[in-house]
C-alpha cells in the first residue's frame, strides 16, 4: 500500500487551511457526482496527481477528490467524485485506499453511495435504499479487502461486521427525508449485494441473490465499507435502484415454443429485458436531485 502519510501531506498542501480538515467523508457512485454543485469553496483534485491513487476509468465516474463546505452549516466534507471498482483491474487496496485517506485527515463518518439493480419486486426503479446489511460473496471467498499483513498492531485482525451499517446515521436519512417531504415511498431499506462484475447477473445468479437475502445488487460500496469500518468510521450508505435485475420465475422452453410452431400453433414470445449502464446512468441523472438533497440534508443533521 502507499504511503498514507505522503498521501496527506500532498492533499494538505493543494488546499486552503479551512478545507484541509473534512469532517465527513461522501463517496459518489455512478452519475451521482452532481453533489459537487452544491459544495460551496470547492477544490478539486485530479486523482491521478494523488501518490496512491489509481485513476476511475467508468463511465458517469469523475475522477476526482473534491473539498469544499456543504449545507447550510458550512461542514467540511471530503468527496469522491467518481470510485474505483476492483473490475477495473485496481487492486483492491487501491480500491479502498481513499477511504484510509479520509479516515487519515480524520473524516469520522462515511457517507457511500452507488447506483444498484433491485432483486426485490417491492423496491422499484428509483427508489433510495437505505442499506442495513450486506451480502458480499466475494468477501466469503478470497476477495476481501483486509486480506493479507495487519496495516498496524491498531487494525484488528477479526473485524465484526454485525453493526457496519451506523443506526444513527440511518435514523438521520429517514429525519432528512421528513424535513424534505419526500413520499414515503422514496426511501427503502435493504441488503446490498456486491458481486466483482464488470458482468451484470445472469438470471440464475440474480434469483440466487435473491433467494440468499440481498434486495439490491451492485459492483462497489462494500470494500469501501468493510475499509471504513477498520479504519473505525461510522458508515452510511445510500443505493439509487438504477434498473431491475431480470429474474424470470421459470424458464422459457425453447423445445416448447418450436414444438408449437411445427404444430401450427400460434407462439407468444416474451419480452425480454436487458440492462446497460446507458440506463444506469439515466437513471442516475433524474434523480440525482433527491439523492443530492438527503446527502445534504443527512450531513447538516450530522454537524
Ligand atoms: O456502484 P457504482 O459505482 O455506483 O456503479 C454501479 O454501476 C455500474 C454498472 O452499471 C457498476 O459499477 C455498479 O457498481
Not at 126 to 134: A, E, L, N, P, R
Not at 184 to 213: D, I, M, N, Q
Not at 251 to 256: K, P
Request: aromatic fraction near 6%; glycine fraction near 8%; charge should be negative.
Amino acid at each position: 500500500m502507499a504511503d498514507l502519510t505522503a498521501t496527506t501531506d500532498f492533499i494538505r498542501s493543494q488546499l486552503p487551511s479551512e478545507l484541509q480538515h473534512p469532517r465527513i467523508g461522501i463517496v459518489c457512485g455512478s452519475g451521482l457526482s452532481g453533489l459537487a454543485a452544491v459544495i460551496h469553496n470547492i477544490q478539486k483534485i485530479p486523482y491521478e496527481s494523488i501518490p496512491g491513487f489509481g485513476t476511475s476509468t467508468v463511465q458517469g465516474h469523475h475522477s476526482e477528490l473534491a473539498f469544499g463546505l456543504l449545507g447550510k452549516n458550512n461542514v467540511p466534507v471530503v468527496v469522491m467524485l467518481g470510485r474505483f471498482h476492483f473490475y477495473e483491474g485496481h487492486p483492491i487496496s487501491t480500491v479502498v485506499y481513499p477511504i484510509r485517506v479520509m479516515a487519515k485527515l480524520g473524516v469520522k463518518e462515511v457517507i457511500i453511495t452507488n447506483a444498484a439493480g433491485s432483486l426485490n419486486p417491492d423496491i422499484p426503479v428509483g427508489t433510495i435504499v437505505v442499506v442495513h446489511d450486506h451480502l458480499a460473496l466475494p468477501n466469503l471467498v478470497g476477495t476481501n479487502p483486509l486480506l493479507g499483513p495487519l496495516l498496524s498492531p491498531n487494525h484488528r485482525r477479526f473485524l465484526p461486521l454485525s453493526d457496519a451499517y451506523s443506526s444513527s446515521l440511518r435514523r438521520l436519512v429517514f429525519r432528512a427525508a421528513h424535513q424534505l417531504s419526500l413520499e414515503k415511498s422514496a426511501l427503502a431499506e435493504g441488503t446490498y449485494a456486491w458481486v466483482c462484475g464488470p458482468t451484470y447477473e445472469s438470471p440464475a445468479e440474480g434469483r440466487f441473490l435473491r433467494h440468499a437475502g440481498a434486495d439490491v445488487v451492485g459492483m462497489s460500496t462494500v470494500p469501501e465499507v468493510v475499509a471504513a469500518r477498520d479504519e473505525g468510521m461510522e458508515v452510511m450508505v445510500l443505493s439509487l435502484v438504477t434498473n431491475f435485475v431480470v429474474i424470470p420465475p421459470s424458464y422459457w422452453s425453447i423445445r416448447e415454443e418450436v414444438e408449437a410452431e411445427l404444430a401450427g400453433k400460434p407462439v407468444v414470445l416474451p419480452t425480454s429485458q436487458i440492462v446497460s449502464h446507458e440506463e444506469v446512468l439515466a437513471i442516475g441523472k433524474e434523480k440525482a436531485e433527491v439523492m443530492k438533497s438527503l446527502v445534504q440534508g443527512v450531513v447538516e443533521l450530522l454537524a
